[in-house]
């Protein structure tokens, strides 16, 4: 089994702050990389800013700044927002950093080299908004882009060509694994795109400045997306003196996944392999490109200005009540709603309800009961116990496919299952009738379930997962999957916590 595992997010444009749709891919990428840190992998976590191109150049303006102080203040907002949503990336790269910008020259160089790149002209539909060029699928009749609703323009101007083309066999073998999720996207790719005509790809432009400048021709800057696309790797180290991490994390024996929201899926599935196929790189394990958050039936979007602020929301309920909806609720192969109903109602249902209670039940009869301390006994035989270490399976065979979604849903379940065995067996009953036994077995039983519920929520529930299981006793630090299923010694149980507080 590989053992070390490298995963990255978009890099956002600082054309304005982040929105929950950021936060969203964001989430997705540091849960699975603490999942994946629990598992006994070394793991890189890459996220960071794609500062160039006309559209930034075009707000620095409205702002009468130069392009890198806009960007500077806001990419600090980037970095305080993953700050207070507990994201805890290896390296924050933006398109500016000088190691970076000397190795996408060098990227140029080599593919320039290599006749992957050449001369030419360009002419076609451009959208300054999103910085692409447009197909006529892209377009309505009046020529404004589908996605965004801005009018492309005309644009005829001397560039540099990435000979994508020359590929189509080997993007349409690649297609055949399954290194793009999900399988809808797939089809798209090859309808709209690799089986149809395989266009090259401009590269660099002449008529903006605020972008990395190719050693061969100074009139010209490397179009974003190659910039852009190059940070997955230089971030790493490809053509720097000092590789050793891409020789770590960019190897067959790496785990590799890339999230991206679905709308930049041609760049990420077809330009992206065929940059690192011409360089002599792998292709990523997968790209996981998942769906939007809408705001009605619209894509939540800066430039529509429907957004959602994170940090309000964060400072409203918590980080770890935003991390859970954005795992729980937003299964990464649909779009999917984010409103302040929908927020509150699984909170309270899932956590409060749920969880909270579970917990405080179970602790409050401990102490009650035991002193807060339960004599320890072999419970390994019990039906509830052999559920718990079954659901320990279910969920990690999810999570290993990315499907966070519905590995929280299995944990879950077994909160539920937890509550149902409460009201069941009545431990209030059998304290009263005398029957010790059956009552310590009973506590005894849920409590190691609470704790396997915990730990398994642990890479989502950063800051209440020490509470959690200091409520039932044990040393959060001290559990891991190796452990998980021994029966543990407890220490006595004196506070009581309020863990997820109901929502009013
Ligand atoms: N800079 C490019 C990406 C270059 S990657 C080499 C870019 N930046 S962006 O700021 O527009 O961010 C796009 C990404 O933000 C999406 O791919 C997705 O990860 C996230 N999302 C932005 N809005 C979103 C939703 N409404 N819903 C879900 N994800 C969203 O594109």
């Excluded at 404004?144 to 993007?171: N, P, W």
């Excluded at 059956?438 to 529930?461: A, D, F, G, R």
């Amino acid at each position: 089994m590989k053992k070390t595992f490298y995963v990255t997010t978009p890099i956002y444009y600082p054309s304005g702050n982040l929105h929950i749709g950021h936060a969203y891919t964001t989430t997705l990428a540091d849960v699975v990389a603490r999942y994946k840190k629990e598992s006994g992998y070394k793991v890189f976590f890459l996220t960071g800013s794609d500062e160039h191109g006309q559209k930034i150049e075009q707000k620095a303006k409205e702002n009468n700044l130069p392009p890198k102080k806009y960007v500077d203040q806001i990419v600090k907002n980037f970095i305080d927002l993953w700050k207070i949503l507990d994201i805890d990336y290896d390296r924050f790269i933006r398109t500016t950093d000088e190691d970076h910008i000397f190795a996408v020259k060098e990227i140029f160089t080599d593919l320039l080299e290599k006749d992957l790149i050449y001369p030419s002209t360009y002419k076609g539909k451009y959208c300054i908004s999103c910085e692409e060029f447009l197909t006529v699928e892209q377009m309505d009749e009046t020529f404004h882009h589908t996605i965004c609703g801005k009018e492309a323009i005309d644009f005829e101007e001397e560039t540099y060509m990435l000979r994508v083309s020359k590929f189509q066999k080997y993007l349409q073998e690649l297609f055949e694994t399954n290194f793009l999720e999900p399988e809808p996207r797939k089809k798209e790719m090859l309808n709209n795109f690799i089986n149809n005509d395989l266009e090259d790809l401009s590269v660099t432009r002449v008529s903006f400045n605020w972008g990395i400048q190719i050693n061969e021709n100074p009139k010209h800057v490397i179009y974003v997306w190659l910039d852009a696309l190059s940070n997955y790797i230089t971030a790493l180290g490809f053509k720097s003196k000092n590789d050793d991490l891409l020789k770590k994390f960019w190897s067959k024996d790496t785990e590799i996944l890339q999230i991206i929201g679905k709308e930049i899926t041609r760049f990420h599935s077809i330009y992206w392999p065929v940059m690192l196929h011409s360089l002599g790189l792998k292709t990523p394990d997968k790209l996981l490109s998942h769906g939007w958050i809408l705001s009605g039936d619209k894509k939540m979007s800066k430039s529509i200005g429907n957004v959602l602020d994170p940090i309000e929301i964060i400072k409203k309920y918590s980080s770890d009540a935003l991390r859970f909806y954005i795992i729980n609720n937003l299964p990464t192969d649909k779009d999917g709603s984010f409103t302040d109903e929908l927020f509150v109602e699984s909170f309270n249902n899932n956590l409060a309800n749920n969880l909270g209670n579970l917990i405080s039940r179970v602790s409050n009869m401990i102490i009650k009961y035991f002193d807060g301390q339960l004599p320890k006994i072999d419970i390994s035989k019990h039906w509830l116990i052999k559920k718990g270490f079954e659901t320990i399976e279910e969920y990690k065979k999810l999570m290993d496919v990315y499907n966070m979604s519905e590995a929280t849903q299995v944990v879950l379940r077994l909160g539920q299952e937890c509550n149902k065995f409460i009201e069941d067996s009545k431990p209030w009953a059998l304290e009263k009738e005398g029957k010790t036994d059956e009552l310590l077995e009973v506590l005894s039983v849920l409590q190691k379930n609470i704790i396997i519920i915990s730990y398994l929520l642990k890479p989502i529930l950063v800051k209440t997962y020490p509470g959690m299981i200091e409520q039932m006793g044990l040393k959060p630090e001290l559990i891991n999957f190796n452990n998980i299923k021994d029966n543990f010694d407890y220490d006595k149980i004196i506070n009581k916590l309020v863990l997820f507080e109901r929502i009013k």
